[in-house]
């Protein structure tokens, strides 16, 4: 029972949904409706953190408070959150492959604007932490600029990973940041968090694919 339960959130890790917003999730979907305070509990979070992925879980779709008092929140069925995922994994691939050109275009301008003594053009890194580490030193090596496109619903993401932390200590020491985003009601808290520190725009279009440019010598795409 328990390697299911690590194989459910490692699942929904890999949509973009912290762990312990995972583990809330799971908890919600096995109990029926509970008040915030119960799902604290039965995750062992501390209260002020289990309030605030519940929130985030919210504002995602994943829980839905009902009426009463105190409070409880129900969870999206997991056969709906399947077809979601499914959903958004077809739309992603139409967008990748309506884009193909024009972002092997980019890709191919960042690369020649790489010194020629730069042996390293071209770089695989596999594992979400290992891409952390990587965007995180990079940001923190970053002297005049740093260009970041991002989904709407990876604000929370960059936030939990501790990405935000990197760019607002680049803003402090002069560097311009830049990031384009979806801003809508359902990421505005986030949305208005990188605003304090960076040039928040709004796209019009939906960012399929995150990128990061940092001093206009390479670009990173996942």
């Given at each position: 029972?328990?390697?299911?339960?690590?194989?459910?959130?490692?699942?929904?890790?890999?949509?973009?949904i912290?762990?312990?917003?995972?583990?809330?999730?799971?908890?919600?979907?096995r109990?029926?409706?509970?008040?915030?305070?119960?799902?604290?509990?039965?995750?062992?979070?501390?209260?002020v953190?289990?309030?605030?992925?519940?929130?985030?879980?919210?504002?995602?779709?994943?829980?839905?408070?009902?009426?009463?008092?105190?409070?409880?929140?129900?969870?999206?069925?997991?056969?709906?959150?399947?077809?979601?995922?499914?959903?958004?994994?077809?739309?992603?691939?139409?967008?990748?492959?309506?884009?193909?050109?024009?972002?092997?275009?980019?890709?191919?301008?960042?690369?020649?604007?790489?010194?020629?003594?730069?042996?390293?053009?071209?770089?695989?890194?596999?594992?979400?932490?290992?891409?952390?580490?990587?965007?995180?030193?990079?940001?923190?090596?970053?002297?005049r600029?740093?260009?970041?496109?991002?989904?709407?619903?990876?604000?929370?993401?960059?936030?939990?990973?501790?990405?935000?932390?990197?760019?607002?200590?680049?803003?402090?020491?002069?560097?311009?940041v830049?990031?384009?985003?979806e801003?809508?009601?359902?990421?505005?808290?986030?949305?208005?968090?990188?605003?304090g520190?960076?040039?928040?725009?709004?796209?019009?279009?939906?960012?399929?694919?995150?990128?990061?440019?940092?001093?206009?010598?390479?670009?990173?795409?996942?």
């Open positions: 029972m328990r390697r299911h339960g690590a194989e459910l959130v490692g699942l929904l890790t890999d949509h973009g912290p762990e312990k917003g995972a583990r809330i999730y799971l908890a919600a979907t109990t029926g409706p509970q008040t915030a305070a119960e799902l604290a509990r039965m995750t062992t979070l501390h209260r953190d289990a309030y605030r992925f519940i929130q985030q879980l919210t504002r995602e779709g994943l829980l839905r408070a009902t009426g009463g008092r105190p409070m409880r929140f129900a969870a999206l069925p997991p056969e709906a959150l399947m077809d979601r995922w499914i959903r958004a994994a077809s739309e992603r691939l139409d967008r990748l492959e309506q884009d193909r050109e024009r972002i092997l275009a980019r890709w191919q301008e960042s690369l020649e604007e790489i010194g020629e003594s730069d042996p390293r053009k071209f770089t695989v890194i596999e594992g979400r932490e290992a891409i952390r580490r990587f965007l995180i030193k990079r940001i923190g090596s970053a002297e600029q740093i260009l970041l496109s991002v989904s709407g619903g990876a604000l929370a993401r960059l936030m939990d990973t501790g990405v935000d932390r990197a760019l607002k200590e680049a803003h402090a020491r002069g560097v311009k830049r990031v384009v985003t801003v809508d009601r359902a990421h505005l808290g986030e949305a208005k968090h990188f605003a520190f960076t040039e928040l725009r709004h796209a019009e279009t939906s960012v399929a694919n995150q990128a990061t440019v940092i001093d206009r010598s390479g670009t990173l795409l996942f």
